[in-house]
Nanobody
Framework: QVVLVESGGGLVQAGGSLRLSCAASGRTFTSYAMGWFRQHPGKERALVAAIKWSSGTIYYADTVKGRFTISRDNAKNTVYLQMTTLKPEDTAVYYC?????????????????????WGQGTQVTVSS
């Protein structure tokens, strides 16, 4: 059984930083892509960043380019989202997700319905 566990959310002032972690277990993730999504109240989940586990191919939403960095630690089966220069509009519930794909394209990265496994979510609140 695949389990994704997020951690690292919290309250931070605008301009600050947070690092989210997603610990994955239950299978080998070599053929998987991992995504970080976020959901604002009343809105659909939207991709923040995604990474192909084996190749390291990465995609970012335009809203976070240059501020957020996604990375992975193969030995720990953990994916990270380093968030810097945080803005109040980054406030949301952040979810880690996994999908099996041979090639990570932009479309596949962004399509939340293609992700089979999801974590429970972690709240990030950025105060102004």
């Amino acid at each position: 059984q695949v389990v994704l566990v997020e951690s690292g959310g919290g309250l931070v002032q605008a301009g600050g930083s947070l690092r989210l972690s997603c610990a994955a277990s239950g299978r080998t993730f070599t053929s998987y892509a991992m995504g970080w999504f976020r959901q604002h109240p009343g809105k659909e989940r939207a991709l923040v960043a995604a990474i192909k586990w084996s190749s390291g191919t990465i995609y970012y939403a335009d809203t976070v380019k240059g501020r957020f960095t996604i990375s992975r630690d193969n030995a720990k089966n953990t994916v990270y989202l380093q968030m810097t220069t945080l803005k109040p509009e980054d406030t949301a519930v952040y979810y880690c997700a996994a999908r099996e794909t041979l090639v990570l394209t932009t479309t596949r990265a962004m399509n939340s319905t293609g992700y089979k496994y999801w974590g429970q979510g972690t709240q990030v609140t950025v105060s102004s």
